[in-house]
């Protein structure tokens, strides 16, 4: 063995720190951009904006200090409880909908093989396509006039023109309906994957057992199906309370608040009623909640994966 | 029995499917033939599908209102908001999977972060920062919210895809006598492809069809972004449908064509990270 001189090791380990502060000032250069964009656009705003739910700012004047006044007029008004509740029924009617709709797609999916594929490209293309856009064309379709699309199937069938977006009982509905129309397949696409994992073994035996298609669905496809489905759900959850462009395209609200949920309270608030201070303090609720769900979402499926390990 | 009962099964499937393909495409293709019809035509008793007499006389309608411009605004806001974010995203999501950036977990925690902010949350503060420093309602204002918006997903997005290009790829790029640029650029970049061809679709879409960002950060009829536009369209002349219907087709035309050209990216980009996620 040649023994290795003093003076080239220590050549060699400072090569060895050389580089490694060269690769951390690269990779400090490479991120740079990408953190400063992040920073200035998303984050100095939240914390602005979080300031100015502190503030009385009316009309762009900010008249000062307010403390939680915001706040506590925000929970002392009847109207920002109406609007969380109906969130929370747009939140869930649209995933009561939404859910058994993606699986019985994925299921047909995944039973018609080749051409399950060309069906969720289809089922897709709503999704593609703008809220705002997507709101207009159901507009036009809903429209309560003789020759309008609905009028027309509900006159095949004897029935009236229903004028469905100005009427307080079946705006919410109709606005849940039009909202699933547009983001259940992307649910499909996460449980067709999920499908996709489990082993068709396990139908086979099944079969060989005599299980009933219904058995086979409970006992094997459910179970092995939970944790897509639980993606799907914590997903489509913050993504409907959130959603706000297709209820400004279909309704703005209406008819009497009826479809005001807290996002579009929110929009209502700030950009039109221009009461910034409480429409801050209304998004430093939206975050909140957010937050909730979030944590909530990482939560369930951190502890699911610990479980399988 | 058994057979018949698979057949039935599949009948009642093949069924299903052919609805809900109707309930889908089926507003979309009255879209497209309201858009097509004659003023007189468009309301006939019972509707009609196919349009007796096609025109365009909707489409040329919304030029003479200009609606042309907006959407070149749209497409220019939307075109260098993604090339921005998925430039800067993908670089970042290279360094952090091939370089010793330091506090890195902090780093994804910031851009984990920021996704689960509501983007509309934002924009009250945003937009009287932006009036101060005076890029609101200008042609920055657009570009620079959905980038930032797109960014972080762009990272988490391509960060897992450089993970799988070896990296004795890169190495043997530059045994051979290419440049770190020429590596990167003939070997890297090919190698994340579908990683920055999904964050490039997904950001298109996101900009593309953005309403709420467009209406609240630009004023000016010249900036206008085309959901914006449509909608003040339907303001002006709200019994107008053959016109809007001709916009929702003018619309929908960009993102439906590129979903249809990249949905094997698109459906992969979403189902690998919920499966693998």
């Given at each position: 063995?040649?023994?290795?001189?003093?003076?080239?090791?220590?050549?060699?380990?400072?090569?060895?720190?050389?580089?490694?502060?060269?690769?951390r000032r690269i990779g400090t250069t490479l991120v740079g951009p990408a953190v400063l964009v992040v920073i200035a656009v998303n984050i100095l705003p939240a914390f602005f904006g979080f300031y100015s739910s502190l503030r009385k700012i009316f009309f762009f004047g900010d008249e000062g200090f307010a403390g939680l006044d915001n706040f506590r007029a925000l929970f002392a008004d009847p109207v920002t409880w109406e609007a969380i509740g109906r969130s929370l029924i747009f939140t869930f009617g649209a995933l009561a909908l939404a859910v058994p709709l993606a699986l019985l797609a994925a299921l047909a999916v995944r039973?018609?093989?080749?051409?399950?594929?060309?069906?969720?490209?289809?089922?897709?293309?709503?999704?593609?396509?703008?809220?705002?856009?997507?709101?207009?064309?159901?507009?036009?379709?809903?429209?309560?006039?003789?020759?309008?699309?609905?009028?027309?199937?509900?006159?095949?069938?004897?029935?009236?023109?229903?004028?469905?977006?100005?009427?307080?009982?079946?705006?919410?509905?109709?606005?849940i309906a039009v909202a699933v129309w547009r983001t259940f397949a992307f649910a499909a696409i996460i449980l067709t994957a999920g499908l996709g994992q489990i082993p068709k073994d396990l139908y086979k035996a099944a079969a060989v057992d005599g299980l009933t298609a219904m058995e086979r669905f409970s006992r094997i496809t459910v179970p092995l199906l939970a944790p897509s489905i639980l993606i799907v759900l914590s997903m489509l959850t913050i993504s409907y309370f959130n959603e706000v462009q297709v209820i400004i395209g279909l309704t703005s609200g209406g008819p009497i608040r009826s479809t005001t949920t807290l996002a579009y309270q929110l929009y209502l608030t700030g950009f039109v009623e221009l009461d910034q201070g409480r429409g801050n303090a209304i998004a430093v609720v939206m975050f909140l909640i957010n937050l909730v769900l979030i944590v909530g979402y990482v939560q369930l499926l951190g502890n699911r994966k610990g479980g399988e390990a | 029995m058994n057979q018949s009962m698979r057949l039935s099964g599949r009948a009642a499937l093949l069924a299903a499917s052919a609805i809900a393909t109707v309930v889908v495409l089926g507003p979309i293709i009255w879209a497209v033939s309201t858009s097509l019809k004659s003023d007189n035509h468009i309301f006939a008793v019972p509707p009609r599908l196919i349009p007796d007499e096609p025109t365009l006389m909707h489409f040329q309608r919304l030029l003479a209102e200009g609606v042309q411009w907006s959407f070149l605004n749209s497409a220019f806001y939307t075109v260098v908001a993604v090339a921005f974010a998925v430039a800067v995203g993908g670089t970042a999501g290279y360094a952090l999977v091939r370089y010793p950036v330091p506090a890195k977990r902090a780093l994804l925690i910031l851009f984990m972060g920021v996704m689960s902010i509501p983007s509309y949350a934002l924009l009250l503060p945003t937009q009287v920062i932006f009036v101060r420093l005076g890029i609101f309602d200008t042609r920055l204002a657009l570009p620079i919210l959905y980038a930032a918006h797109v960014i972080p997903f762009a990272v988490w997005m391509t960060r897992a895809h450089f993970a799988t290009v070896p990296r004795e790829l890169e190495q043997a790029a530059l045994v051979d006598g290419y440049s770190r640029f020429e590596a990167v650029w003939k070997v890297i970049i090919p190698g994340a492809r579908p990683a920055l061809i999904a964050a490039s679709a997904f950001g298109f879409l996101y900009a593309w069809n953005d309403y709420i960002t467009a209406t609240t950060m630009v004023e000016s009829p010249d900036l206008r972004t085309l959901p914006v536009a449509l909608i003040f369209f339907q303001g002006f002349h709200g019994r107008d449908w053959g016109a809007l219907m001709a916009g929702v087709v003018i619309a929908t035309l960009p993102p439906v064509v590129l979903f249809l050209v990249y949905r094997r990216y698109l459906i992969g980009g979403f189902s690998e990270g919920s499966v693998k996620g």
């Amino acid at each position: 063995m040649v023994s290795v001189p003093a003076s080239g090791t220590t050549t060699f380990t400072r090569s060895i720190e050389d580089a490694a502060r060269a690769g951390r000032r690269i990779g400090t250069t490479l991120v740079g951009p990408a953190v400063l964009v992040v920073i200035a656009v998303n984050i100095l705003p939240a914390f602005f904006g979080f300031y100015s739910s502190l503030r009385k700012i009316f009309f762009f004047g900010d008249e000062g200090f307010a403390g939680l006044d915001n706040f506590r007029a925000l929970f002392a008004d009847p109207v920002t409880w109406e609007a969380i509740g109906r969130s929370l029924i747009f939140t869930f009617g649209a995933l009561a909908l939404a859910v058994p709709l993606a699986l019985l797609a994925a299921l047909a999916v995944r039973e018609l093989g080749a051409r399950g594929r060309i069906l969720l490209t289809i089922l897709l293309v709503p999704w593609a396509m703008s809220p705002i856009v997507v709101a207009l064309l159901w507009k036009w379709i809903l429209l309560p006039s003789p020759g309008g699309l609905f009028a027309s199937i509900l006159a095949t069938f004897g029935m009236p023109p229903a004028n469905l977006l100005s009427n307080p009982t079946w705006a919410m509905p109709t606005v849940i309906a039009v909202a699933v129309w547009r983001t259940f397949a992307f649910a499909a696409i996460i449980l067709t994957a999920g499908l996709g994992q489990i082993p068709k073994d396990l139908y086979k035996a099944a079969a060989v057992d005599g299980l009933t298609a219904m058995e086979r669905f409970s006992r094997i496809t459910v179970p092995l199906l939970a944790p897509s489905i639980l993606i799907v759900l914590s997903m489509l959850t913050i993504s409907y309370f959130n959603e706000v462009q297709v209820i400004i395209g279909l309704t703005s609200g209406g008819p009497i608040r009826s479809t005001t949920t807290l996002a579009y309270q929110l929009y209502l608030t700030g950009f039109v009623e221009l009461d910034q201070g409480r429409g801050n303090a209304i998004a430093v609720v939206m975050f909140l909640i957010n937050l909730v769900l979030i944590v909530g979402y990482v939560q369930l499926l951190g502890n699911r994966k610990g479980g399988e390990a | 029995m058994n057979q018949s009962m698979r057949l039935s099964g599949r009948a009642a499937l093949l069924a299903a499917s052919a609805i809900a393909t109707v309930v889908v495409l089926g507003p979309i293709i009255w879209a497209v033939s309201t858009s097509l019809k004659s003023d007189n035509h468009i309301f006939a008793v019972p509707p009609r599908l196919i349009p007796d007499e096609p025109t365009l006389m909707h489409f040329q309608r919304l030029l003479a209102e200009g609606v042309q411009w907006s959407f070149l605004n749209s497409a220019f806001y939307t075109v260098v908001a993604v090339a921005f974010a998925v430039a800067v995203g993908g670089t970042a999501g290279y360094a952090l999977v091939r370089y010793p950036v330091p506090a890195k977990r902090a780093l994804l925690i910031l851009f984990m972060g920021v996704m689960s902010i509501p983007s509309y949350a934002l924009l009250l503060p945003t937009q009287v920062i932006f009036v101060r420093l005076g890029i609101f309602d200008t042609r920055l204002a657009l570009p620079i919210l959905y980038a930032a918006h797109v960014i972080p997903f762009a990272v988490w997005m391509t960060r897992a895809h450089f993970a799988t290009v070896p990296r004795e790829l890169e190495q043997a790029a530059l045994v051979d006598g290419y440049s770190r640029f020429e590596a990167v650029w003939k070997v890297i970049i090919p190698g994340a492809r579908p990683a920055l061809i999904a964050a490039s679709a997904f950001g298109f879409l996101y900009a593309w069809n953005d309403y709420i960002t467009a209406t609240t950060m630009v004023e000016s009829p010249d900036l206008r972004t085309l959901p914006v536009a449509l909608i003040f369209f339907q303001g002006f002349h709200g019994r107008d449908w053959g016109a809007l219907m001709a916009g929702v087709v003018i619309a929908t035309l960009p993102p439906v064509v590129l979903f249809l050209v990249y949905r094997r990216y698109l459906i992969g980009g979403f189902s690998e990270g919920s499966v693998k996620g």
